[in-house]
């Protein structure tokens, strides 16, 4: 072990790394990261392989993003023959067929997944916006999605509280569905657990890793506390930290590349006890789909749901302010005040009074510059898989994406989802940094 090159990552603090235990621990798989994807792809490769696994995080599962998303699985925003689209519509169905399954075993998949089938929507207020969603409707149905665009009229009939004016409109896909984030992780959570006793699988959690071991190739990570070993690969899911924590590797091999994942800051409103607001659908406004390039001022588009727990969820904003987890009072009033415009029977709700029973959440989207998730090998670091930068459909893609993780690490020929369009390969932004 001691011919292994150990690169410590930039933003250790040095004296963690003193307590490296004696035994070093090996397993097939070693995953950084324990949010959505990180748990989906323990849970993957426990299931349909034999193949151990460690699961390593910084904190716990949905310390990350994953605990603030709204849990949106939807394909009425999206846009067949787009490069996300199949992984969309694969992960969409294996969350579903996981509710199937939970429901075939006697669970309740609302109780236990919070997975609900809505139905969505996605609203406009203006002309222009109708002539878009009615030509996405076409896309959608062409597509093989059942999608129906709806005039202001006939919104108001589908679901009487949203208000969108004269010139209104929507698409309406109602077989899109959603999950609670933190009861879906605390699932999969769970049943990954289940093979501890048989040493296929250990969760390091509370230990950040800290360097990458390394020998010709991937050869492991060191957290805080021990060296841990991967006899197939490494798996790097750490959301929006895994730019900064691949940076060290890169650099010690004078790779001259950066992974430039961002943290994108979102605030979501989760208020209880809202008798007057009764959804039938979840909603989202159409200028979600503009808000690329927000940037320290959030932007924010409306979308709101009812989970699990009859809570109204209200988001949601984006912006480039690190990571910053101060909940900010005027994003927070911003997004009261816009959802109040679409959903009338806010407007007299002030924001104390709406976080007297309610809280809010803060999360960092893993954004990359070209808005797709990177899966798959980075040229000239063997053994080292990436599972990142799903931005703000990580919890819709998860899934998908595991499976696309377990294809690539078993070197399936007809791999379920073609993975090239997300292969980090060409997408890696050069560096002139170079501190080897
Ligand atoms: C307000 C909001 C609403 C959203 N709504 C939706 C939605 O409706 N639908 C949807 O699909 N997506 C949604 N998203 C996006 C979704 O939440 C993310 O895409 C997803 O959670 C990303 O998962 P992840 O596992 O990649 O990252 P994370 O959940 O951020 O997990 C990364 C993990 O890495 C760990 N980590 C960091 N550094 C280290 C280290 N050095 N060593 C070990 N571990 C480390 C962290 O502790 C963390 O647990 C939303 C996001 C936000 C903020």
Redesign the pocket.
Known sequence: MSSLLTIT?T?TVASEIAFVADTPLEFDVVI?????????IAHRLLCTTNLSVAL???????????????????LGHRTPDTMAWNLARRSKYLWEDLAQGLQAMGLDPLVTLGFKKTGSLLFGTSSEDALALEKTTEALCKGGVQAEFLNSAALKDVEPQLYVGAKGSAILTPNDC??D?QLAASYILGEIQKYCPSGRFQEFFD????NFLWASQIRG?Q?NRREIYCNKNLVM??????G??MQSIFNRLSLPHVLATKP?????LVLEGLSKISLKHGLMEYAYKGLEESSVIAGIAS?A?VDAKGRVLL????QFVGFDFNLQYDVMENILKKAAVYLPALANLHLSEALNDGSV??????YVPDGRPMIGEVAGLEGLLL????????????LGTAEMIVNLILEEEEPVVDPSPFSPTGRLVPSRVNIS
């Open positions: 990552a933003w950084v990261g324990a949010g959505i994807i990180g748990l989906s390593v995080d910084a904190a716990r599962p949905c310390a990350g993003a994953t605990g603030a998303g709204q849990g949106y699985v939807w959603q999950i984030a230990e950040p890793a800290v990570i957290t899911a750490a959301g929006a930290w895994s900064q924590l994108r800051k979102g605030h979501l979308t749901t988001g949601s904003s984006r959440r803060v999360g960092h989207r893993p599972a990142t930068g799903h931005e703000g459909e990580g919890l819709s893609l998860a």
